[in-house]
């Protein structure tokens, strides 16, 4: 698997970057950047879906804070895995875009997970009052989880393996939702 992803990240990294997505993908990676966005989702979802809505929040916040510490705390802490930018090997073969690199384990990357998560709460939550504009979350997710290879502090096995069990946490978390809560009708 080392091979190939080596091989992979050089050429995200290398061949299929611009000055363009240089310069608007790191930013992409930033929480700030989308606040605009959650603010919107916090607004549009409380002000239709009622006491619902703000048991969706709270379900938003489950999702984030259980997907997060699934990979931060348990399988980074179990799979250490060195990042790329601290790779002695493919580190100097890459160009950096933020300012600094992590010490934390690469795998599983946490935005990936914690953003494909959110990404499948959102779509199975909203889909029956979005309809196929839902789908639009997951391309949210994919662009962040993108971005962390393309600014080289993620292999690409490490965002793939987030982004699945970030879709399994955010199922999970959908379901129960939809068990204890129910469907969101604008009230």
Known sequence: MQPFDSWLITHINQDWGNSFLDTVLPFMRETLFWIPLYLFLLLF???????????????VILCAALSDLISSQFIKQTILRTRPCRD?????????????????SSFTSSHATTHFA????FFTTLRPVMGKWASLFFVWAFIIAYTQVYVGVHYP?????????????????????HKRI????VS
Request: positive net charge.
């Open 45 to 59: 979802v409380t002000g239709n879906f009622g006491i619902k809505g703000w048991w969706w929040v709270m379900g």
């Open 88 to 104: 002695e090997i493919v580190g100097p073969q890459l160009r950096f875009f933020i300012n600094y690199c992590p010490r934390s």
């Open 118 to 121: 959110q990404a499948m709460f």
């Open 157 to 177: 096995f490490d965002v793939f393996c987030g982004a699945l069990l970030g879709c399994g946490i955010g199922f999970m978390l959908s379901k129960l939702f």
């Open 182 to 185: 129910g469907m969101l009708t």
